[in-house]
Nanobody, 117 residues
Framework: QVQLVESGGGLVQPGGSLRLSCVAAGFILDDYAIGWFRQAPGGEREKVSCVSSSEHIYYADAVKGRFTISRDNAKSTVYLQMNSLKPEDTAVYYC???????????WGQGTQVTVSS
């Protein structure tokens, strides 16, 4: 059974950091691009970052220089290191797997990130 499970969300003060994890099960992570998306309350789901199977990396302009995506195929895990967090980063963060970046054949259940003082 294909599964993506996100973790690492929480409440953090502005300027703080969090590391999200996306663990894959039921398929070979090496073959897939993994994207991170987020959806704020009342907003549309938006792209955050993506790493392809060949490790090409993409970032949304809003997170460039603050977020870092990485993958560890041996652990079937993709990480999103988020630094210098801002209140506008508050959202539910989802990971998705596909053959290409920004595709979404499989979705995780999401993890809540709240940036507030």
């Amino acid at each position: 059974q294909v599964q993506l499970v996100e973790s690492g969300g929480g409440l953090v003060q502005p300027g703080g950091s969090l590391r999200l994890s996306c663990v894959a099960a039921g398929f070979i992570l090496d073959d897939y691009a993994i994207g991170w998306f987020r959806q704020a309350p009342g907003g549309e789901r938006e792209k955050v970052s993506c790493v392809s199977s060949s490790e090409h990396i993409y970032y949304a302009d809003a997170v460039k220089g603050r977020f870092t995506i990485s993958r560890d195929n041996a652990k079937s895990t993709v990480y999103l290191q988020m630094n210098s967090l801002k209140p506008e980063d508050t959202a539910v963060y989802y990971c998705a797997a596909s053959w290409y970046c920004w595709g979404s054949d499989y979705w995780g259940q999401g993890t809540q990130v709240t940036v507030s003082s």
